[in-house]
Each structure stands twice: as structure tokens, then as C-alpha cells.
């Protein structure tokens, strides 16, 4: 079980599905949605595995419209 | 998992610069802009210049930029934002005043205004988006467009025999005296942000310790102009863009 725990929370109303953070994430948690799309009809990433994530921001850095923020936190504390 | 425990101000690690507000961006889908864009604001709030800042919008996919980012901008002329910078500059000796251009607007009919401010040794920065193509009205061959490179004006890829070579503008600007920092650099990774962010710090120092010119030219890409995804895009520019303008410093004193 990993040290470090992080969270994506997603402003899914801003997102525009263009897949970066998801191939940026070292640890494979992110996806885009399938079916399910935001009002301007674009398919808005989530978590696809949640447990994985070490909050390592890579998703957020390279987010060009800066939908993502990132939650990281110690377990062991 | 307790999603609660961890979602909490004393966790937060990364979040959308305060400085970019919350208008939704015109840009395409993946478009290297916006994460310059957050570049720029993060630098702002870093060196603490927010109410000290005016930027100089170009024509071009940016040319909302002022919409954005929540300083001062003053609109230019196509390809004139170097000459504008030039007055606000002069005018304004305290401020921070930078420009933020593409390569249709630096590179083709703003050259000449690019050249004499960097020859004058302005102390202005100079943030260059280079994708190689224009991205506004079409994907038109752009100075920059690679040899070979299918645009719509050039279906069957750039000749050079007729059309001239790629403008390393940038190699250019690193001649001329006035010139303090003349670096490139890209986004398409976390690392390679981090570093473009540093190369951008030190170009808005620069201009506020008034050192000269600085030049940031940052290799983007234009996935719908280039009629890929954004993640093949990263790829092509990777493959294509940077054997011809390498990423790294040309001159930085």
C-alpha cells in the first residue's frame, strides 16, 4: 500500500477532454468518461483508480485549462 | 478510502493559478496556450507582480488573452506588440510589461517590430509560442512551418525551393546585443513545464531588473491545425519540431 495517498477533483464543467493528463499520470488513474459528457458535450475525465493516485500534480501541470486540483496526503501521519 | 480526509485546504497541492480566472478558454481541446497561459500567472503571483504587470496581447489564437488573466493587457496591432511593449515600457519604467505572441505574428508580419525592439535592448519579456503554423485562421503555412510540412495552404508539404526554409527567429535575436535571455523551451511533459516556468521567471526578472531583452520561445503545438490528437501531437512535436528548434538556452547572460 502506497505512503501517500493524493485525489483529482475534477471541475468537470471546464474540462475539455483532451486526454493529456491522462497519459501524463505516471500511475494510470485517470480516464476519460466513456458515455457521460458536460454541457458543452465534451467527455470530462474522472478517476478511474482512485487508490493509485501519489498526487504527484503531473495531471494538474499539464491541464491546459487548469480544471484539476490535486489533494495529496501522508498515511503514516 | 475517506475522500474527505484527504480533500482538505492543509493537502491541497496543486490547484488552477488564482490570477487565471474563470472564464471558459476559446482555445481547442489540449492546445498548449492555456498551459502557458497558467505559466504566466503562477510567475505573476510568485514574483508578487500582479498590480505591476501589463501584457501586450497579440493577434492570433491569444488574442483574447486579456479575457484570462486577471492584469493589465493592452491589445496590439498585428504582429506590433514589441512596439507597443516599447511605449508602455518607456512610459511605465516600474512596470513589468511582457508580450505574448505566436509565430504568425513574431515570425512573419511582426518582424521587423521583433527585431529593432530586441536590437534596442527594450526591457521587456517576450513569450513566443511557436507551433509552426497559423492556428486562427486555418492552419496556413506559417515562417515556421517545417520542410515538408502538410498545411493547408501547403497540401503537399513545404518546398523549400519555393517557399524558403523554417525562420529559427530565436537564433536570430540571440545575435543581437540587446538581447539578455533568449531560451526555448516546451510543455508537453510535467518536467519540461517546470522548466519553461523557471526560463519564464527569469525573463520577467530580467525585465523588471532591466537587463535587456528576453525572449522565451516556447515549441507548442496546434493539434487541430496539425489534424491530430493532442497526446499525438505532443508526440509529432517531439519527433519533428525539436531536431530543427532544439530545446535549450542560445544565450542567457
Known amino acids: 500500500m502506497a505512503k501517500v495517498q493524493g485525489y483529482v477533483v475534477v471541475n468537470t464543467q471546464r474540462c475539455k477532454g483532451c486526454d493529456l493528463c491522462v497519459v501524463s499520470c505516471p500511475t494510470d488513474v485517470l480516464e476519460l468518461q466513456p458515455r457521460e459528457v458536460n454541457d458543452r458535450g465534451y467527455h470530462y475525465v474522472y478517476m478511474k483508480n482512485p487508490e493509485e493516485c501519489i498526487g504527484c500534480f503531473n495531471c494538474g501541470t499539464v491541464c491546459p485549462e487548469g480544471c484539476l486540483t490535486v489533494y495529496r496526503k501522508r498515511l503514516d501521519k | ?253
Open chain 2, 1 to 253: 478510502m475517506d475522500i474527505s480526509s484527504i480533500v482538505s485546504p492543509e493537502n491541497l497541492v496543486y490547484a488552477k493559478p488564482e490570477i487565471m480566472n474563470d472564464n471558459h478558454m476559446h482555445y481547442c481541446p489540449g492546445c498548449s496556450h492555456g498551459v502557458v497561459h497558467k505559466i504566466i500567472a503562477e510567475v505573476i503571483k510568485e514574483l508578487d507582480l500582479q498590480e505591476k504587470t501589463i501584457g501586450i496581447a497579440p493577434v492570433g489564437c491569444a488574442v483574447f488573452a486579456y479575457k484570462y488573466l486577471d492584469i493589465d493587457w493592452q491589445e496590439a496591432a498585428h504582429g506590433r506588440a514589441p512596439a507597443l511593449a516599447t511605449a508602455v515600457k518607456r512610459l511605465n519604467p516600474d512596470k513589468m510589461v511582457f508580450t505574448y505572441q505566436g509565430d504568425g505574428d513574431l515570425a512573419a508580419i511582426g518582424t521587423a517590430e521583433t527585431i529593432h525592439a530586441a536590437n534596442r535592448g527594450e526591457n521587456i519579456a517576450i513569450v513566443f509560442i511557436n507551433n509552426g503554423i497559423y492556428g486562427m485562421t486555418g492552419g496556413q503555412m506559417a515562417p515556421t512551418t517545417l520542410s515538408k510540412m502538410v498545411t493547408s495552404t501547403s497540401p503537399d508539404g513545404r518546398d523549400v525551393q519555393m517557399m524558403g526554409n523554417p525562420l529559427k527567429i530565436l537564433d536570430l535575436l540571440a545575435l543581437l546585443d540587446g538581447v539578455c535571455l533568449a531560451t526555448r523551451v516546451s510543455v508537453h511533459t510535467a518536467a519540461a513545464v517546470k522548466k519553461a516556468r523557471r526560463m519564464v521567471k527569469q525573463a520577467f526578472e530580467n525585465a523588471m531588473a532591466g537587463k535587456g531583452t528576453s525572449i522565451v520561445e516556447v515549441v507548442s503545438t496546434c493539434n487541430s491545425g496539425w489534424k491530430m490528437t493532442p497526446a499525438d501531437a505532443n508526440n509529432w512535436m517531439v519527433e519533428n519540431m525539436f531536431p530543427v528548434f532544439p530545446i535549450g538556452d542560445l544565450k542567457n547572460i
